[in-house]
């Protein structure tokens, strides 16, 4: 990690007059989690997200405003333990410092206050109140004026939330004053995460409760009653034309006399800031505002939220698809507030091109890696990615001259790249998306009859791109910008595509945001003659999905050959839909039949599966069982004997090497090629179905835990005659690999 120091000037306003980086320069060591500056001294937590320490805090010192930062020590608490995640909250005023640590003390969470003497920082308190449970985050969030301490636990409870109030003695030891909880009914404060923000200011305590009404969210307003001596409720600051999942009250700052308010869920995700003015009737007076009116992104502006006098800094920690941005906001002289974005300087791989790069001894250059070479990797930022994210891959060979081409899909279009030789990828050119449809994180498509096929999830507007992949014989010289040959607008957003060249029928999953969405499940299309589309039916297996709708979240369909002679010659399409493994005879495409269904107890989100080659075995991934804990030993993958087709059954489940979170899967022969996001590729053994082994990976993420969570490699592509294995990592560009562990035939 790093923390960006900036000072006023330059043509924009701001510019960026340093980096400063932890002393120990250790990968993934979470420096910079918090800072907390005040004059010449300046806090910053490295706090990691694993158990390698316990975290700590540095300091760094300046003669003067326009001096250097200089490194002068660090302290932790004492009795600290690994995995403390000491530093996820810093406060800094005069000699004082609280330091939030969440994990501390098997789990609850305390405060540590340190006070200043000399050069020296010396614990001198440590507070928790007694009755937190574990895993209620306390020590995430503090406010304090004058003697008195606020602290809020969103995760209290079971998150309901609550603050508490702390008073500092003559002695200067903190006393709990009170505990402040919703003064609502029991009912209503379900997952309220009350205490998720908090602020003191002239006397009153103000506590974010961004749960509250379906996650529209909530400020309540507490002051003391100085005869009784206790805390009570005086009314609430509420959000005005909001939705559902606002999350107003996450974040909560003072900006002279008005309460700003961060809402970073509102308008579908672009996040808001809502000012109140206080007035003779209290706060009537009320504005808000966003980072950009005229964009849909979804940046999360608000997030975070800090204020010094006529400054104030908004964090957007989902801009830029999750390398975040921050803005600057600063008041004019006539009132109105400017604002300018800053970005970091995010680490990204260089290409590799020119020779092969051998895997020895556990690396392929900065890349783990076991039996895998890597042949050549392609930056985003090579390939017509500029400020986006890498999504999907999947590949197409020229009938006519044989080439081989990587199709890959980014937050904002589709690129091309010759991969015939593969240690010289050549970039072709970019198909951008949807001009009227936002940019996403999700972007799907298959290739069939030399035409690529193009949804994308949360893009409304978007339609199914269709592009003649002939037309890339063309590209001689520099890249070009391509634009579909066909949009088809029967669906607006989509969540994936699938399909059958047997047949010639396209099946979008997952519509939404208008058009036929077919409840989310089988929106079928009848592509024989690609460049004119024509709506064919839907297919929903009403019961199965979060919803009941029968959505289908990814799905694989194939004209039948497998052991189940009853269905010989018939289409068969096998879903992935949330909560069960759906088999389908979708032959006549006005009468599709629902004919299996399968499930486990303890599963996550049903996400995607593919066939062994024979058609008896479906192996099947699980997005969120590593998320949620219940597949505790590594990545699991199901496995289905789907010999029977009205009544697959589990066989089995694989245990992977790592515990990462399993994305995509595609089986070629013996092998089964896994995409498990920030352990990369995994290469399976499935010689023998019941009992698959690794036999190799290469991890395309540099840095990290390979635990469960998001980011890294997305899809992977592994069908191209020459055994060319394609994979896509989504901040990392397009890794063009060589699997040692078997030879691929055709």
């Given at each position: 990690?790093?923390?960006?120091?900036?000072?006023?000037?330059?043509?924009?306003?701001?510019?960026?007059?340093?980096?400063?980086a932890?002393?120990?320069?250790?990968?993934?060591?979470?420096?910079?989690?918090?800072?907390?500056?005040?004059?010449?001294?300046l806090?910053?937590?490295?706090?990691?997200?694993?158990?390698?320490?316990?975290?700590?805090?540095?300091?760094?010192?300046?003669?003067?405003?326009?001096?250097?930062?200089?490194?002068?020590?660090?302290?932790?608490?004492?009795?600290?333990a690994?995995?403390?995640?000491?530093?996820?909250?810093?406060?800094?005023?005069?000699?004082?410092?609280?330091?939030?640590?969440?994990?501390?003390?098997?789990?609850?969470?305390?405060?540590?206050?340190?006070?200043?003497?000399?050069?020296?920082?010396?614990?001198?308190?440590k507070?928790?109140?007694?009755?937190v449970k574990?895993?209620?985050?306390?020590?995430?969030?503090?406010?304090?004026?004058n003697?008195?301490?606020?602290?809020?636990?969103?995760?209290?409870?079971?998150?309901?939330?609550?603050?508490?109030?702390?008073?500092?003695?003559?002695?200067?030891?903190?006393?709990?004053?009170?505990?402040?909880?919703?003064?609502?009914?029991?009912?209503?404060?379900?997952?309220?995460r009350?205490?998720?923000?908090?602020?003191?200011?002239?006397?009153?305590?103000?506590?974010?409760?961004?749960g509250?009404?379906?996650?529209?969210?909530?400020?309540?307003?507490?002051?003391?009653?100085?005869?009784?001596?206790?805390?009570?409720?005086?009314?609430?600051?509420?959000?005005?034309?909001?939705?559902?999942?606002?999350?107003?009250?996450?974040?909560?700052?003072?900006?002279?006399?008005?309460?700003?308010?961060?809402?970073?869920?509102?308008?579908?995700?672009?996040?808001?800031?809502?000012r109140?003015?206080?007035?003779?009737?209290?706060?009537?007076?009320?504005?808000?505002f966003?980072?950009?009116?005229?964009?849909?992104?979804?940046?999360?502006?608000?997030?975070?939220?800090?204020?010094?006098?006529?400054?104030?800094?908004?964090?957007?920690p989902?801009?830029?698809?999750?390398?975040?941005?921050?803005a600057?906001l600063?008041?004019?002289?006539?009132g109105?507030?400017?604002?300018q974005?800053?970005?970091?300087?995010?680490?990204r791989?260089?290409?590799v091109?020119?020779?092969?790069?051998?895997?020895?001894?556990?690396?392929?250059?900065m890349?783990?890696?076991?039996?895998?070479?890597?042949l050549?990797?392609?930056?985003?930022?090579?390939?017509?990615?500029?400020?986006?994210?890498?999504?999907?891959?999947?590949?197409?060979?020229?009938?006519?001259?044989?080439?081989?081409?990587?199709?890959?899909?980014?937050?904002?279009?589709?690129?091309?790249?010759?991969?015939?030789?593969?240690?010289?990828?050549?970039?072709l050119?970019?198909?951008?998306?949807?001009?009227?449809?936002?940019?996403?994180?999700?972007?799907?498509?298959?290739?069939?009859?030399?035409?690529?096929?193009?949804?994308?999830?949360?893009?409304?507007?978007?339609?199914?791109?269709?592009?003649?992949?002939?037309?890339?014989?063309?590209?001689?010289?520099?890249?070009?910008?391509?634009t579909?040959?066909?949009?088809?607008r029967?669906?607006?957003?989509?969540?994936?595509?699938?399909?059958?060249?047997?047949?010639?029928?396209?099946?979008?999953?997952?519509?939404?945001?208008?058009?036929?969405?077919?409840?989310?499940?089988?929106?079928?299309?009848?592509?024989?003659?690609?460049?004119?589309?024509?709506?064919?039916?839907?297919?929903?297996?009403?019961g199965?999905?979060?919803?009941?709708?029968?959505?289908?979240?990814?799905?694989?369909?194939?004209?039948?050959?497998?052991?189940?002679?009853?269905?010989?010659?018939?289409?068969?399409?096998?879903?992935?839909?949330?909560?069960?493994?759906?088999?389908?005879?979708?032959?006549?495409?006005?009468?599709?039949?629902?004919?299996?269904?399968a499930?486990?107890?303890?599963?996550?989100?049903?996400?995607?599966?593919?066939?062994?080659?024979?058609?008896?075995?479906?192996?099947?991934?699980?997005?969120?069982?590593?998320?949620?804990?219940?597949?505790?030993?590594?990545?699991?993958?199901?496995?289905?004997?789907?010999?029977?087709?009205?009544?697959?059954?589990?066989?089995?489940?694989?245990?992977?090497?790592?515990?990462?979170?399993?994305?995509?899967?595609?089986?070629r022969?013996?092998?089964?090629?896994?995409s498990?996001?920030?352990?990369?590729?995994?290469?399976?053994?499935?010689?023998?179905?019941?009992?698959?082994?690794?036999?190799?990976?290469?991890?395309?993420?540099?840095?990290?835990?390979?635990?469960?969570?998001?980011?890294?490699?997305?899809?992977?592509?592994?069908?191209?005659?020459?055994?060319?294995?394609?994979?896509?990592?989504?901040?990392?560009?397009?890794?063009?690999l060589?699997?040692?562990?078997?030879?691929?035939?055709?």
């Amino acid at each position: 990690g790093y923390v960006y120091v900036y000072r006023p000037g330059g043509v924009q306003g701001w510019r960026e007059v340093t980096r400063i980086a932890a002393p120990d320069s250790a990968l993934n060591n979470g420096f910079g989690r918090a800072v907390a500056i005040e004059g010449n001294t300046l806090l910053v937590a490295q706090s990691p997200n694993d158990s390698s320490a316990a975290g700590m805090v540095h300091v760094y010192e300046r003669n003067g405003p326009a001096a250097a930062w200089r490194h002068a020590g660090e302290f932790g608490a004492e009795g600290a333990a690994r995995g403390d995640r000491f530093g996820r909250m810093l406060y800094l005023k005069g000699d004082i410092a609280i330091v939030g640590a969440t994990r501390t003390d098997s789990m609850r969470g305390a405060l540590f206050v340190f006070r200043r003497t000399g050069s020296q920082w010396k614990q001198e308190a440590k507070i928790r109140p007694e009755d937190v449970k574990p895993a209620s985050n306390f020590g995430s969030t503090v406010s304090v004026e004058n003697d008195v301490l606020l602290a809020g636990s969103g995760l209290a409870d079971s998150a309901q939330g609550a603050a508490w109030v702390y008073r500092r003695d003559a002695s200067g030891g903190w006393k709990m004053e009170q505990k402040l909880s919703l003064p609502l009914l029991p009912s209503a404060r379900v997952n309220a995460r009350f205490g998720t923000g908090v602020l003191l200011h002239n006397g009153v305590a103000y506590v974010g409760a961004p749960g509250l009404t379906q996650g529209m969210g909530a400020v309540l307003r507490f002051t003391r009653d100085t005869v009784a001596k206790r805390w009570g409720p005086i009314g609430a600051l509420l959000p005005f034309d909001v939705t559902a999942q606002a999350q107003f009250g996450g974040t909560i700052a003072t900006v002279g006399r008005e309460i700003w308010v961060g809402a970073p869920n509102s308008m579908q995700g672009q996040g808001r800031i809502f000012r109140f003015m206080p007035d003779t009737a209290g706060f009537s007076s009320a504005s808000r505002f966003g980072y950009d009116t005229t964009t849909v992104a979804q940046v999360a502006f608000g997030a975070w939220l800090t204020a010094a006098n006529d400054l104030v800094v908004v964090g957007m920690p989902n801009a830029d698809f999750g390398e975040g941005r921050a803005a600057i906001l600063a008041r004019t002289a006539t009132g109105q507030w400017k604002q300018q974005h800053l970005n970091g300087r995010i680490f990204r791989p260089s290409a590799v091109a020119g020779k092969e790069v051998q895997c020895t001894s556990g690396k392929a250059g900065m890349f783990e890696c076991g039996k895998t070479n890597m042949l050549s990797m392609v930056p985003i930022a090579e390939m017509g990615g500029g400020a986006s994210m890498l999504n999907t891959v999947w590949g197409w060979t020229d009938p006519q001259t044989g080439k081989e081409i990587a199709i890959v899909g980014r937050s904002n279009g589709t690129s091309f790249v010759d991969v015939s030789n593969p240690s010289r990828p050549r970039y072709l050119g970019d198909l951008p998306k949807t001009a009227e449809a936002p940019a996403t994180v999700w972007r799907e498509f298959k290739v069939m009859h030399n035409h690529v096929f193009i949804v994308s999830d949360g893009a409304k507007n978007h339609g199914m791109q269709v592009f003649d992949l002939t037309r890339l014989r063309t590209v001689r010289g520099a890249p070009q910008t391509f634009t579909p040959d066909v949009t088809y607008r029967g669906v607006s957003a989509a969540h994936n595509v699938a399909v059958d060249s047997s047949t010639g029928y396209v099946y979008i999953t997952g519509a939404n945001s208008g058009g036929e969405t077919c409840g989310g499940g089988l929106h079928m299309v009848n592509a024989k003659d690609p460049k004119h589309l024509t709506f064919a039916g839907c297919f929903q297996d009403m019961g199965t999905g979060f919803a009941g709708t029968g959505y289908s979240h990814d799905v694989q369909c194939v004209l039948y050959k497998g052991p189940d002679a009853r269905y010989t010659g018939r289409e068969i399409c096998f879903g992935g839909n949330e909560t069960a493994l759906s088999v389908a005879d979708v032959t006549d495409k006005a009468a599709p039949k629902a004919i299996g269904r399968a499930t486990y107890p303890d599963f996550g989100y049903i996400h995607q599966g593919w066939l062994t080659e024979d058609q008896k075995y479906l192996y099947v991934n699980d997005e969120l069982d590593e998320i949620q804990g219940k597949a505790k030993t590594g990545t699991r993958t199901m496995i289905f004997d789907v010999s029977k087709l009205d009544d697959p059954v589990v066989a089995g489940a694989f245990i992977g090497t790592t515990k990462a979170t399993d994305h995509n899967l595609y089986i070629r022969g013996d092998r089964m090629y896994q995409s498990n996001y920030q352990a990369g590729l995994r290469i399976i053994d499935i010689s023998n179905p019941l009992k698959p082994s690794e036999v190799g990976y290469f991890d395309t993420v540099p840095v990290g835990d390979n635990g469960p969570g998001f980011g890294g490699t997305w899809n992977n592509y592994p069908y191209f005659k020459s055994g060319t294995l394609l994979v896509t990592s989504g901040r990392e560009g397009l890794f063009v690999l060589k699997d040692q562990s078997t030879t691929l035939t055709p």
